[in-house]
């Protein structure tokens, strides 16, 4: 599996956006990105994913360069709920699935 | 919605005593995993399971470790003979049919071993 980067730790203003990058350089064409998050000791909750082109949903948007070597993941309003470390994983779409988290980047969302 | 279920939610246990921590998994989902997280450091995987066996397993998952799915519902992880450093979060997680890029994980199982 590809190895990611992402910083260990960012602030945002409550009703802000939230933008959280992950460089992921030596990604293969198979692989795709992953976002998830860990709040304080709870169990990982799946955020978005994508392949090549940006996605979003009902929590974030995925933005995906068009190298595909990094990306970003945009939470549009922050509140004090998404206070969270965030994991960008970066595996491939076959064998069983299992993930691999890195350290994350823990994201602070300030009143 | 529903959820993954784990339970005890902590386990003390002495070092070298056997220990067995129990999963729901949501129904109908085809894969399920084992996950550790010890305090402070990284989520790190145990062990998958699909179709009734151990599809791929780590490092870490020894010969001290076991899973079974007794019943078609629960998913259990055993350790025979527990050492300190075995004290960690244990997660389990399954995926739904046709959505494996979605882990749903479970609330944890605090093991302590002292």
């Known amino acids: 599996d590809a190895k990611t980067t992402q910083p260990p730790s960012m602030d945002c203003a409550e009703g802000r956006a939230a933008n959280l990058p992950c460089n992921h350089s030596?990604?293969?064409?198979?692989?795709?990105v992953y976002w998830y998050r860990q709040i304080h000791s709870q169990g990982p909750q799946y955020i978005i994913h994508?392949?090549?082109n940006n996605e979003t949903n009902e929590m974030a948007s995925l933005i995906i360069t068009e190298d595909r070597k990094s990306s970003t993941l945009i939470l549009p309003h922050a509140t004090l709920r998404d206070t969270a470390v965030y994991y960008c994983?970066?595996?491939?779409?076959?064998?069983?699935?299992?993930?691999?988290f890195g350290k994350g980047t823990k994201l602070s969302v300030i009143p | 919605e529903p959820e993954v279920t784990q339970t005890p939610s902590h386990q003390v246990t002495q070092m070298g005593q056997e220990v067995i921590l129990r999963c729901v998994p949501i129904?109908?989902?085809?894969?399920f995993y084992w996950y550790r997280q010890i305090l402070g450091q990284k989520v790190e995987f145990l062990v998958s399971?699909?179709?009734?066996?151990?599809?791929?397993k780590s490092e870490i998952f020894d010969d001290q470790f076991s899973v079974e799915r007794p019943d078609g519902s629960n998913f259990t992880l055993k350790i025979r003979s527990t050492k300190l450093e075995d004290s960690a979060m244990y997660f389990c997680?399954?995926?739904?049919?046709?959505?494996?890029?979605?882990?749903?994980f479970g609330p944890g199982t605090r093991l302590t071993v002292t």
């Open positions: 994983i970066v595996t491939s779409a076959a064998g069983s699935y299992q993930l691999t």
């Open positions: 030596t990604i293969s064409g198979n692989e795709y």
């Open positions: 994508g392949l090549k």
């Open positions: 129904s109908n989902h085809l894969y």
């Open positions: 399971f699909y179709n009734n066996e151990i599809s791929e």
């Open positions: 997680a399954s995926i739904p049919k046709g959505r494996p890029y979605e882990q749903y």
